[in-house]
C-alpha cells in the first residue's frame, strides 16, 4: 500500500494470513501454483498448491500460474492452468500467466536462450491462447534461440533481422506482437535482486517495456528484499516512468 502498487501477487499461505484486512483495500493476485525445491534433484515442475475457488473465497481479484514452457512437465502445466483460468474467469476473476522457459538444453556454450526474444514470444502466444488477461515475462537480452537448437520448433527467417532489430526495445516489441499484437498485456518482471544496480535496472527495464509496447513491471525480489524506504523507493521509480510523458513509444 505505502508502495503505491496496484496488486500484490502471494502463495495462498502468504495472502491468507491477511485477506481479512486487506484484500479489499489492494487487489489480491493468487498464485496457484509454484515450484517445490525439495525433491532431489531438483526438476522444473510446477505443482498446484492453491484451488481457484479459495481464491474467490479471500476476495482476491485475479489468480496467477506459471507455464514452464520447454520443460518435460509443460503439457501437464498446460492442462492444469488452462483449467484453473477458465474457472476463474467464470467467477469474475482476472488471470495472469508467468510465461517462463525451463529447458537445459536452451542453454550451453555460456549462451543462455532462456531469454531469447524469439522463444519468448512464442511462450506468450501459448499464454494468451490459453486465455491469460496479463502475460509476464523475463526481459529478452538476444534473438535467436530457435537457429540455436537443430531442427526445433518453427520460425521464419523475417524474424531475425527485417521484423525484429538487434534492439532491446525491439525485442520486447517482439513479445508484445505476440500477445495477440498488444491486446493482452505484457508486464516484464524486474529480476533478480543485484544489489546497488537494482534501481537502475528496475528502471531501465521499465523504460524498455514502455517503449516496446508493454503495459507495466513486476518487480519482487527488487523490492521486497529491501529495507521499507528503499524498497518503495525503487517502486516509485518504476511508477514515474509510466507516468513520464516523455517516455513515449518507440
Not at 488471470?95 to 525451463?102: A, D, E, G, K
Not at 549462451?111 to 512464442?122: F, I, M, N
Not at 538487434?166 to 505484457?186: E, F, S, T
Amino acid at each position: 500500500i505505502e508502495g503505491g502498487c496496484n496488486a500484490v501477487a502471494c502463495t495462498l499461505g502468504g495472502l491468507g494470513l491477511v485477506a481479512r484486512r486487506y484484500a479489499h483495500k489492494i487487489p489480491f493476485i493468487l498464485k496457484i501454483n509454484h515450484n517445490q525445491l525439495l525433491t532431489y534433484p531438483n526438476g522444473a515442475r510446477q505443482t498446484m498448491f492453491a484451488r481457484v475457488e479459495q481464491a474467490w473465497d479471500m476476495g482476491c481479484a485475479a489468480v496467477g500460474a506459471t507455464i514452464y514452457f520447454g520443460s518435460d512437465d509443460a503439457d501437464r502445466e498446460i492442462e492444469e492452468v488452462g483449467e484453473a483460468f477458465a474457472a476463474a474467469h467464470e467467477m469474475g476473476m482476472a488471470t495472469i500467466l508467468w510465461c517462463y522457459l525451463r529447458n537445459p538444453a536452451f542453454a550451453k556454450d555460456g549462451v543462455d536462450h532462456h531469454t531469447s526474444a524469439d522463444l519468448t514470444a512464442q511462450a506468450n502466444h501459448l499464454g494468451v491462447t490459453l486465455s491469460a488477461d496479463i502475460i509476464k515475462q523475463k526481459l529478452p537480452t538476444l534473438n535467436g534461440g530457435y537457429n540455436f537448437l537443430p531442427k526445433y520448433g518453427k520460425t521464419h527467417k523475417k524474424v531475425y533481422g527485417e521484423l525484429v532489430s538487434d534492439h532491446p526495445v525491439d525485442y520486447v516489441r517482439w513479445q508484445v506482437a505476440n500477445c495477440y499484437m498488444g491486446k493482452i498485456g505484457l508486464i516484464n518482471s524486474g529480476g533478480a535482486s543485484a544489489g546497488e544496480s537494482d534501481l537502475q535496472e528496475a528502471v531501465y527495464t521499465a523504460v524498455v517495456n514502455k517503449r516496446a509496447g508493454g503495459t507495466g513491471l513486476i518487480s519482487g525480489r527488487k523490492a521486497f528484499q529491501k529495507p521499507m524506504a528503499e524498497g518503495i523507493a525503487l517502486l516509485n521509480a518504476i511508477q514515474n516512468v509510466y507516468l513520464a510523458k516523455d517516455v513515449t513509444i518507440a
